[in-house]
């Protein structure tokens, strides 16, 4: 039985999820458009599915063992359980991948009609190959409508991103907020994600916040925000990240609609330098535990503190630091009611005062070393998804990082190991004790420019 929407926090035991195993739209990727499509490199997809089938399966064992029970141990067939486009798909209402979910919906000709429509006027289909598209089966309209590929031939540009599935949206308690992309190679997930939150999970149309603008505006002052920059950090609270690809404008109306359907009081804006590597607050740093953190040290710390964000942004140091300032709703006028010197200082609060820890530690991305710390983190090595509080899953090829965690306490686990041993009959309970790091392979993955976190829309989570 599927879990209802629910999210308070970051770090509670992660009950169900949404994913999306990489499919084969990655392949016709040139070098030409790779940056058009958001991606620094072309990828190697063949290498990619491997990678992410362990980090598939060791969701499978946390949230629903008991498909994940059905798992083979020849690498052959296992890698088609793990592959929503194959017969041999392992279906799990807690690891819900984005294509499987859609397969089914199609089935219903009422949904099939309205999202083929959907999409090929986003995408500018002709009527006649529109009506081609109607002819296929569920499993191939699903494919075509992903990776834009049809009778062996590009219809349109495939969607690679949608392997990260934070950018989405995100669930504020009790209702999922749909995310408005910038750049729009991404507009078609966005689309994809409104059909299937109410056709696919069930999701009531007023249990869905959908950011509105009025009348016209240029499309650089449109709304614009996405998932990696929105956190439903504690009760009543809530991150958000001003950044390269979410403005303010969308912030104010994420937070007056979240406030109308929520019991969330504060946001906590997080300005964070426009450019690349800084993609998403979540590139920069994520919960662990309740008194823990994984954070990028250049950008964390109390440097240029007490300038306007008007004079911080204008300054060279604008590439290193954040701006942290946290905002109330009063009878309906959204106030200023707090400044914090630093991303520490905000995030020392979060501990001690939301989740009334004695402390706060962080963990500093390649241990603050000044020559591999730019590194780790364009590889996402801040970017940890938290299976449950202290149970963090990451990227494998952040040595330092990772290195850093275990001087800090957290026993490391290699999760073809992991799910190689609970193939075999062990449990979670006598492989997993206390803070654990489980790390998985990341040659490919980490070059989408993207971690665990960013792959993983968290649908239900325990409260604390």
């Not at 990828?43 to 598939?56: F, G, K, L, N, T």
């Not at 607050?281 to 309740?290: E, G, V, Y």
């Not at 007490?306 to 954040?322: C, P, T």
């Not at 998804?385 to 202290?390: K, N, Q, V």
């Amino acid at each position: 039985m599927r879990e209802k929407i629910h999210v308070t926090n970051e770090v509670g035991k992660l009950k169900s999820l949404l994913i999306n195993v990489p499919n084969s739209g990655s392949q016709y990727i040139p070098p030409a458009l790779q940056r058009e499509l958001l991606y620094d490199d072309i990828v190697d997809y063949q290498v990619m599915r491997h990678e992410y089938a362990s980090y598939h399966e060791t969701l499978l064992w946390f949230l629903d063992p008991e498909v994940a029970k059905k798992l083979s141990n020849d690498e052959e067939v296992r890698m088609k359980q793990l592959d929503p486009y194959q017969d041999e798909y392992l279906d799990s209402d807690k690891v819900i991948d984005v294509a499987h979910l859609l397969s089914q919906c199609l089935e219903d000709q009422n949904f099939r009609d309205a999202i083929t429509h959907a999409v090929c006027a986003h995408e500018k289909v002709p009527l006649v190959t529109l009506d081609k598209l109607q002819l296929l089966s569920p499993d191939q309209l699903c494919q075509t409508l992903l990776t834009g590929c049809f009778d062996q031939k590009i219809l349109f540009p495939p969607i690679p991103n949608l392997l990260f599935t934070r950018d989405l949206g995100v669930v504020l308690e009790d209702v999922m907020a749909c995310m408005v992309f910038k750049k729009s190679v991404r507009s078609r997930e966005a689309l994809l994600l409104q059909y299937l939150a109410y056709f696919g999970l069930g999701i009531a149309r007023d249990s869905l916040i959908q950011l509105e603008y009025h009348g016209w505006a240029s499309q650089a002052s449109l709304p614009s925000i996405e998932g990696g920059d929105v956190m439903m950090i504690s009760p009543e609270h809530l991150l958000v990240g001003r950044s390269e690809r979410t403005n303010g404008a969308a912030i104010e109306s994420l937070f007056r609609m979240a406030a109308e359907s929520t019991q969330i009081k504060k946001v906590s804006v997080i300005d964070i330098p426009k450019e690349r590597g800084c993609m998403h607050i979540d590139t920069l740093f994520t919960q662990l535990k309740r008194d823990t953190w994984a954070v990028y040290g250049p950008i964390s710390q109390p440097q240029n503190a007490g300038k306007s964000i008007e004079e911080y942004f204008d300054g060279e140091a604008a590439r290193k630091h954040a701006v942290c300032q946290q905002f109330s709703l009063q009878q309906g006028v959204v106030t200023k009611s707090r400044e914090y010197s630093s991303l520490q200082e905000l995030l020392t609060s979060i501990s001690v005062d939301d989740f009334g820890a004695s402390k706060c530690r962080f963990v500093y991305c390649a241990d603050q070393d000044p020559y591999q710390e730019s590194r780790e983190q364009w590889t996402d090595a801040c970017n940890f998804l938290a299976l449950d509080e202290g149970v963090i899953l990451g990227y494998e090829r952040n040595r330092l990082t990772n290195q850093a965690l275990e001087n800090n306490g957290f026993t490391i686990i290699h999760a073809n190991d992991l799910n190689k041993k609970l193939r075999q009959g062990a449990s979670l309970d006598t492989l997993i004790h206390g803070d654990t790091l489980i790390v998985f392979p990341s040659a490919e993955l980490s070059r989408a420019r993207g971690g665990s976190h960013c792959m993983s829309f968290p649908l239900a989570r325990e409260d604390f």
